[in-house]
């Protein structure tokens, strides 16, 4: 594989490239009217305007995508996370024009991708399941028995895609009814698809994934687990490596029951299986998300591992470069996504240029980002500007290091994400590791920031700089004494580590 075609964007797709360099590998970008400008463009080798904005007529456009690939004589495409990447139909269309889908095979996309189907494959191989109905909700009845049977409270759930959408808490029996023709219409304007299904409410779960890769020899192995429990509108924002509170017997049930999932669909690649995990410390099966997940880093940054080059080595039909017994932890890492979202403002995005843009650096920090200073941040697609990671050689140390970073960070003109991240890093329940999937309507209001805004801080800052600016012209001609340059500063030299 001398060539490979990114259809993706953004951070991610940036990253990629990265990995491909690495190999010796050519990249090539597609990318719409809206990211003509985008780093990840100028990064790769060749680069394609395949269509306006709207991800339907750009990102989305699977033909389009192909075409490019066999003019430029592409042997394979990674799809990233997002857009097409767990589309099974984009995946045969590759594979059928002699290209190589540097991800799962179609089939175990369908399986996992559709979450009854995926359950039921979980109940043949005795994965724990929350209890709720069999299969889809068709006949109100049945609904009833099935929630009764579950316990009230329980959750409608759709069983195609996810983000919250098609999802609703109904507390009693005369709710349900209603609650179920809500959450199947918006599953239906949604994902196409408006089959529902019921599942007992978990009151305080913890949001835990195991992370997975398998080749096309027999092997699958688990790269331990991440925390994903700090969410808002049911979207992560915050995700660690490892969890703080899982046994290490707790962490090998999960991670094995995890293989089980992936064998039993034939899995190769990278792929992560998310469980929920009780008060009690019962975990039950949620999902499979057959991609490179988001938040990919902080495995990257405990294992050693580079799990864009084990995708792309398993694509070119390799078997896993390590055992199972070759995967140990070391260390902590925890990543922020930084969003142009507004805390203050119920998390809603906020549009704009960034003025200012300066990310953080220094000892176990990783940003991946794919914006540069004065780039405007499209209303096209999701708005994450960049993950901020940190790492550490235990929690505390990272979670420091995420304080520090986010602290360094400089971003104007638009509202962001830091100040809750910052928030979260240093409240009570989030150090101690006493939280759950409610900790923002339990802990957070967006008044507990008390931070000025991003062009309030630019501001002050431009007039920091302005009175230093006066100050060495008073002091133009008076003779200072130089310091000895070349002393030694002893904090500097205190600690000589070498981080992921």
């Known amino acids: ?83 097409l990447s767990e589309n099974a139909n984009f995946s045969d269309k590759v594979k059928k024009a002699g290209l190589v889908f540097i991800g799962p095979s179609s089939d175990s996309m369908r399986m996992m991708g559709d979450k009854l189907s995926a359950k039921q494959a979980a109940k043949e191989h005795k994965i724990p399941l929350v209890p709720g109905s069999d299969g889809a909700i068709t006949d109100i009845k049945e609904a009833i028995k099935a929630a009764k049977k579950a316990g009230f409270p329980v959750l409608i759930k759709a069983s195609a895609g ?31 698809d408006g089959a529902v299904f019921i599942e007992r409410y978990v009151k305080s779960p913890r949001h835990i994934e195991i992370q997975v890769m398998g080749d096309n020899h027999g092997n699958v192995v688990y790269l331990f687990e991440r925390e994903c429990s700090v969410q808002r509108r049911h979207q992560k924002v915050i995700e660690e490596a490892p969890s703080s509170i899982l046994t290490p017997e707790i962490r090998k049930d999960m991670g094995e029951c995890a293989v089980r999932i992936a064998k039993a669909c034939n899995y190769s690649g990278a792929g992560t299986v998310e469980f929920l995990l009780d008060e009690n410390m019962k975990f039950y099966f949620l999902e499979m998300n057959t991609r490179l997940q988001v938040e990919h880093p902080v495995t990257e940054c405990i294992t050693g591992f580079d799990l864009v080059r084990e995708q792309i080595n398993v694509a070119r039909g390799n078997k896993l470069s390590f055992t199972q017994e070759d995967i140990v932890i070391r260390g902590h890492a925890i990543e922020v996504r930084v969003y142009a979202e507004d805390p203050a403002n119920n ?150 580590r070498n981080y992921q």
């Open 162 to 192: 996810g983000g919250g959408k098609g999802m609703r808490v109904v507390e009693s029996e005369k709710l349900l009814e209603e609650q179920i023709k809500l959450a199947s219409s918006e599953a239906k304007s949604a994902f196409g």
């Open 347 to 496: 998390f809603l995005p906020d549009i704009g240029t960034l003025k200012v843009y300066s990310p953080p650096k220094g000892p176990g920090v990783r940003v991946d980002d794919g914006f540069e200073e004065r780039m405007e941040i499209p209303i096209y697609y999701d708005s994450m500007i960049s993950k901020l990671i940190t790492y550490g050689e235990n929690r505390e140390e990272a979670i420091q290091r995420m304080v520090r970073a986010i602290d360094e960070y400089k971003i104007s003109g638009v509202e962001t994400t830091l100040p809750f991240c910052k928030f979260v890093m240093q409240h009570k329940a989030f150090v101690t590791g006493k939280f759950d999937t409610h900790f923002v309507s339990q802990y957070f209001k967006p008044e507990m920031l008390n931070t000025p805004s991003s062009d309030d801080e630019a501001t002050m800052l431009a007039a920091v700089a302005a009175e230093i600016l006066v100050s060495k012209q008073v002091k133009k001609n008076i003779s200072v004494q130089a310091s000895n340059s070349n002393g030694t500063n002893a904090s500097e030299w205190r600690k000589r």
């Open 1 to 83: 594989m001398k060539k490979i075609l990114v259809a993706n964007r953004g951070e991610i797709a940036l990253r990629i490239m990265r990995t491909c360099r690495d190999m010796g590998i050519k990249t090539v970008a597609v990318f719409s009217e809206a990211d003509r400008r985008a780093p990840f463009v100028n990064y790769a080798d060749e680069a394609v305007c395949i269509g306006p904005p709207e991800s339907s007529q750009s990102y989305l456009n699977a033909e389009k995508i192909i075409e490019v690939a066999k003019q430029l004589h592409v042997d394979g495409i990674h799809p990233g996370y997002g857009f």
